[in-house]
């Protein structure tokens, strides 16, 4: 059974920095390698929204507007992680994060219905 698993959230004044990460295991029909794989985060009374993908086929990284320059995606295959690195962190950056894992990668990394695996979340609360 495929699983991924969140961890790093926490509680962090404005400007500071965490470092999210997204544990993946069980991929037995393709290694974890293959997967592209998606940050995604939804606050309080609103939809969640992507936030980073690192493409597994092409090594690109995407990045939503609002965190380019801040956050930056990478991943560690040996370990089957992937890492959300958050710097200057914003109260407006307070949300669930999620991570989610996509065969490949389909066309549009920001639409989550394109995922086929995702972690439970882990939250990230920004003080202002």
């Known amino acids: 059974e495929v699983q991924l698993v969140e961890s790093g959230g926490g509680l962090v004044q404005a400007g500071g920095s965490l470092r999210l990460s997204c544990a993946g295991s069980g991929f037995a029909a393709a290694p974890f390698a293959d997967y592209s794989i998606g940050w995604f985060r939804q606050a309080p009374g609103k939809e969640r929204e992507g936030v980073s993908c690192l493409n597994s086929v092409t090594g690109s990284t995407y990045y939503a507007d609002s965190v380019k320059g801040r956050f930056t995606i990478s991943r560690d295959n040996a370990k089957n992680t992937v890492y959300l690195q958050m710097n200057s962190l914003k109260p407006e950056d307070t949300a669930v994060y999620y991570c989610?894992?996509?065969?490949?990668?389909?066309?549009?990394?920001?639409?989550?219905?394109?995922?086929?695996?995702w972690g439970q979340g882990t939250q990230v609360t920004v003080s202002s």
């Open positions: 989610a894992a996509d065969f490949g990668m389909s066309a549009n990394w920001n639409n989550e219905h394109e995922y086929d695996y």
